[in-house]
């Protein structure tokens, strides 16, 4: 059975879990990182040398860095569906995950950080203030791009909106001002409606 290593209010890991979700796939859950440590234990360094979650284990085959994971499971057992099947489709799709992970996320962790995770008496509001401003920019750029699409790729779900979608649920649950975006809106809500979505991704933020 597929065994996934990671806390469940992860943003990593929830990629991982949803996207299995959606697949349809049984696997084994073991706690790690945050609060449940062992993401340092020695063993668990053997798995994965960074420390971090996620890391899982398919029938002896060990991978990390959960937008990998998320083309793998994909790839493997959605093939057509989940994982686009032409190269150009699949291009589009690993295109705007990376851009989830090098450009959105990159400009959005610190104010999930500093508004989530730091005392209100710690934060620097002014780097803060610029980090939203910053990252509502970046959304502004998918919210153009779904204007004539229901799903990051298209007419349908594919991995391309996993990544997104699960920093879109920290973006729309933060009491912080955000621009109208009507498209990236709908597109939320589109998520929102889905099983698995509400099953791993809707939870209280920590």
Known sequence: ???????????????????????????????AGGKFGRNRDPEYLQ?????LVPTIADDGFVLWESNAIVRYLAAK????TLCPRTLKERADADRWMDWQMGTLWTCFRPV???????????????????????TAENWSILDAHLADR?????????????????????????????????????????LCARPAYRAVVMLPLS
């Open 1 to 31: 059975m597929l065994r996934i290593w990671g806390r469940r209010n992860s943003i990593n890991v929830q990629k991982v879990l949803w996207c299995c979700g959606e697949l349809g796939l049984a696997y084994e859950r073991i706690d």
């Open 47 to 51: 798995l994965n040398p960074n420390g």
């Open 77 to 80: 057992h959605g093939m057509g």
């Open 112 to 134: 999930f950080i500093g508004l989530v995770r730091t005392p209100a008496e710690s934060r620097d509001e002014t780097s803060i203030t610029a980090a939203i401003r910053k």
């Open 150 to 190: 229901d799903y990051v790729g298209g007419p349908s779900f594919t991995m391309a909106d996993i990544p997104l979608g699960v920093t879109a649920y920290r973006w729309f649950n933060l009491d912080i001002e955000r621009p109208a975006m009507p498209h990236l809106e709908a597109w939320y809500e589109r």
